[in-house]
């Protein structure tokens, strides 16, 4: 899986809430109050994950290696498996890490920022 960087991603979000109507009696002003809240909710999940990701030490495992799976990320950390995958998973989405395999897709190989 492929993915663009996080302020091109929030541009995609952000023209196809813009092209969405508001609901049935919502107002339009409504409607782009609870994006704007949305957004921020989101970008706050992110600054936290990151943190959490730099306090165990995801990213300098990552950083300049080949590239792990969620077991062997976990097994280098010395943090649970599931953390792991967890962590890989929200930081793909987000689009800060790039499957690699998606094939493997349940072991998230991975690799340094912007590719897992």
Known sequence: MEVGSVDA???VHEQ????RPAPEGES???ARVAERLMAAAVGTL???VIAL???LGYYRLLAG???LTAPSLAAASRT???YAREWLEQQAVTGLLEVLDPVKSL??????CGQA
């Open 53 to 55: 990701g730099d306090r």
């Open 28 to 30: 339009a002003e409504a």
């Open 16 to 19: 196809a809430a813009a092209s």
């Open 107 to 112: 072991t998230h190989a991975a690799t340094g």
């Open 9 to 11: 991603q929030a541009a």
């Open 80 to 82: 649970a498996p599931r």
């Open 65 to 67: 290696r080949e590239p």
């Open 46 to 48: 992110d600054i936290l």
